[in-house]
């Protein structure tokens, strides 16, 4: 009947709104699964659904890619020196994000205006730079919003106000969280807590690119566009349950500011190199003491050698006992190292 079909339309729609940025190549053999319906049928509904505008295409048929169609999209250039961020999220961002149509929901609104607000005043206060370009795009699933910047890169900033290695070594550092190169107006908190309440926060400068998503914590790549300055893209569904009070509660201690923190362990391998030695260990243990509670993240690290697991896991633990120590992902040979460091520590009691 008419009403199923229409039914079951929306439903589809619903479907294809929900999954097409993780799956922009495959959609229609995902709409085809999910429904139960050929390949052409799902086909003919992406079809529609573009030519009505709620989804934009891309490419021929066999490479054809899917993307939702922006509802608002806008750019604009703000001058860094004595900008209040505050006003610019008043002034500019608030109102793109009213003409994409219904207001967001409270949750969302708060989570990116805290996200927002942070970045552009890390860029205000320490770029160095001139100007930013900000750039706000809302779908029917998310709300994007970009500012980059044309100072001297954060991390450059880092590693020079903090007399590290490089730019990637100052990219562990922020990852964890605390990190401040300017203690009497930063507490280095607000770009941890951004990076946990988002979607996604991408943070490009020079030649290191930081990504952190709901799926992964911090994922490092090569940043191939060495523009000067620093690029960050926040993201977040429009459908986010995100609670800030519970992220801050999650993380933090009223008193104190960031109590655990979540540390990428790959971020300490530079180029190829295994994690094999006690000074690649103590990369990663700088400034981990003052936390109460850390969980080291082993994604994409298949094995580390018995050196670099004894540093951590024996001969830290052993001098800083309230510190919590835990682990998660990582392979077998990454858990045995482990577990034979913690059972010397044991033997040592």
Not at 51 to 72: C, V
Not at 153 to 176: D, P
């Amino acid at each position: 009947s008419k009403k199923r079909t229409t039914k079951r339309s929306a439903a589809l729609r619903k479907y294809v709104v929900a999954n097409v940025d993780e799956h922009s190549h495959d959609i229609a053999k995902c709409v085809a699964e999910k429904f139960g319906i050929s390949r052409q049928a799902a086909n003919r509904h992406l079809r529609e659904f573009t030519r009505t505008g709620g989804l934009q295409a891309h490419g021929t048929t066999r490479s054809r890619r899917y993307k939702l169609a922006p509802l608002t999209e806008t750019g604009f250039t703000v001058k860094l020196h004595d900008l209040h961020e505050d006003a610019v999220w008043r002034d500019q961002v608030e109102p793109a994000l009213r003409a994409a149509g219904p207001p967001l929901p409270k949750n969302v609104d708060h989570a990116l205006y805290y996200g927002f607000t942070e970045i552009l005043n890390n860029a205000i206060d320490h770029s160095g730079g001139e100007e930013a370009f900000i750039t706000v795009e809302v779908t029917m699933a998310s709300v994007t919003l970009v500012i980059s910047d044309d100072g001297v890169g954060i991390f450059e900033h880092i590693k020079e106000r903090c007399a590290l290695e490089n730019e990637q070594h100052a990219a562990l550092e922020l990852s964890k969280g605390r990190l401040t190169t300017d203690a009497a107006r930063h507490t280095g908190e607000g770009i941890f807590f951004t990076s946990r309440a988002l979607d996604r926060l991408s943070i490009a400068s020079g030649n290191v690119a930081l990504v952190c998503s709901e799926r992964q914590n911090w994922v490092f790549t090569d940043n191939s566009n060495t523009k000067p300055g620093s690029f960050v893209l926040l993201k977040l569904s429009t459908s986010s349950k995100v609670n800030l009070t519970s992220v801050f509660d999650k993380y933090a201690d009223e008193s104190r500011g960031i109590v655990k923190t979540l540390i990428p362990v790959s971020l300490a391998r530079y180029g190829r190199e295994n994690l094999v030695s006690r000074s690649q260990a103590k990369r990663l243990l700088a400034r981990v003491d003052s936390f109460d509670e850390v969980m080291f993240d082993f994604t994409g690290v298949r094995s580390i050698g018995r050196a670099f697991a004894d540093e951590i896991f024996r001969v830290f633990a052993r001098s800083h006992p309230k510190t919590t120590l835990l682990w998660v992902h990582g392979g077998a040979k990454v858990h045995e190292m482990i577990m034979g460091a913690k059972a010397a520590r044991e033997n040592e009691k």
